[in-house]
């Protein structure tokens, strides 16, 4: 079997790469060890966010936006998303000017963002000395596996190839560059791979005898049971001092959070069937970040809980993706680091990705994401830095 391009990894980043490169007229081939979206694509909470710490990953962000809203016209696909707006909020001092910091930033790379006035979603109850910043732009996705199917519709419409079930045993070279991979099926001879593989893409970097620094640590969320409590309607909402985020889902509210001490995992010195079911859940987590919104959201603690679902964000040593060629191994390439947006990003990281490898450019716009930026690293440096990258997602000090 031949392909111009194997991604492994079907979630969001690998397939958004993949569709972008069959659109460029490559031909594609998606191999993944389970189904498409069963890891942490399909437990994400799909929520798309203006708002970013640079100009690129704001650029990512507004451009994914974006494509997910016309998401039938380019992919031929259709994609149903929720144009809710989110709201920001703070509530020391603190958090307060590091959002100002933020609505001045993002302004001048384009975001329409803007104070909010008094109302607040029908689920949180503030007592009005919170600080607000509106983003009328930011959207979500009911269901993530909405975006995953979009994805595999998509890609088999313009001719990729999916082949679900399938474990990636050996990525093969020849004269010092890529030449295709083994799976346990079949060979499939490629000049370019995509390793995509989620949690498991230092695992695979290795079979080529690469390493790519990001770290998988655990994240959490719950949705409540139906309750009159929350409208429908309703926009998101971060409450970033509590490091906590909300929206309707399901006819109840969904509650997720970054802990400050977060579990890293690594599927390397797992069983070798180590999957994301087998990740152990803690409520408890989820209950201490909620305890810090009683007052404003308390359902959040006392409602009744119909799903409790986590996954492995995969952790850059910076908080940044980690997309490009990977150093040392021609044709080799990776869509990782996801650090909480990737999935939400992935649309626009797909495509700018593709297009450096369609292209074969030396440089691309999302240059500065390649992997070649990280020097050597021990695996105890990669898991804190990882660790302190999630533990200050929403903090002024990262």
């Given amino acids: 079997m031949d392909a111009d391009l194997v991604v492994i990894g079907a ?15 490559r031909s594609v081939v998606v191999v993944d060890r389970d189904r498409a979206g069963s890891q942490a694509s399909g437990r994400a909470a799909a929520l798309f966010k203006s708002v970013q710490a640079d100009a690129l990953r704001t650029e990512l962000a507004r451009r994914s936006i974006a494509r997910a809203i016309s998401f039938a016209d380019w992919a031929g696909a259709e994609l149903a998303t929720v144009r809710s707006g989110s709201l920001l909020i703070a509530r020391t001092d603190e958090h307060k000017a590091y959002l100002m910091t933020e609505a001045r930033q993002s302004k001048s790379w384009g975001v329409d963002v803007r104070k909010a006035n008094t109302d607040r979603p029908s689920y949180y109850q503030g007592d009005g000395s919170e600080f607000a910043l509106w983003c009328p732009e930011d959207i979500y996705i009911e269901e993530p596996n909405d975006l995953v199917q979009a994805y595999v519709t998509a890609c088999r419409l313009h001719g990729a190839e999916l082949l679900e079930h399938e474990r990636v045993v050996a990525i093969t ?45 655990r994240h959490q969320l719950l949705i409540t049971a ?3 409590d929350v409208d429908p309607a309703d926009p998101i909402t971060r409450v970033v001092d509590a490091a906590v985020y909300l929206r309707p889902a399901r006819g109840g509210l969904m509650m997720g959070g970054f802990e400050a001490d977060p579990l ?39 409602g009744l809980v119909a799903e409790h679902r986590g996954g492995l964000f995969t952790m850059s040593p910076d908080g940044r993706f980690v997309a490009g060629p990977v150093p040392d191994v021609p044709g080799l390439w990776v869509a990782a680091g996801c650090n909480g947006s990737g999935f939400s990003s992935s649309l626009a990281l797909g495509e700018a990705l593709a297009g450096w490898i369609c292209d074969r450019q030396a440089e691309s716009r999302i240059d500065a994401l390649s992997p070649a930026r990280f020097g050597a690293f021990t695996d105890d440096a990669l898991v804190s830095a990882g660790a302190w990258q999630y533990a200050h997602f929403y903090d002024p000090a990262g």
Avoid: C, M, Y
């Fill in 11 to 25: 979630g969001a980043l690998g397939l958004s790469t993949a569709l972008h490169a069959a659109l460029a007229g």
């Fill in 173 to 217: 070279t020849s004269a010092g560059r890529i030449a295709g991979v083994e799976t346990t099926n079949r060979t499939i001879a490629a000049t370019a791979v995509v390793d995509a593989a989620g949690a498991w893409t230092r695992q695979l970097a290795e079979l080529a005898g690469a390493d790519v620094a990001v770290a998988p640590v």
């Fill in 226 to 228: 139906p309750t009159t």
């Fill in 264 to 302: 890293p995992v690594d599927p390397r010195t797992e069983p070798s069937e180590f999957d994301t079911d087998d990740l152990a859940l803690d409520l408890g987590v989820l209950r201490k970040l909620a305890g810090q919104l009683e007052a404003e959201v308390p359902q959040a603690l006392t």
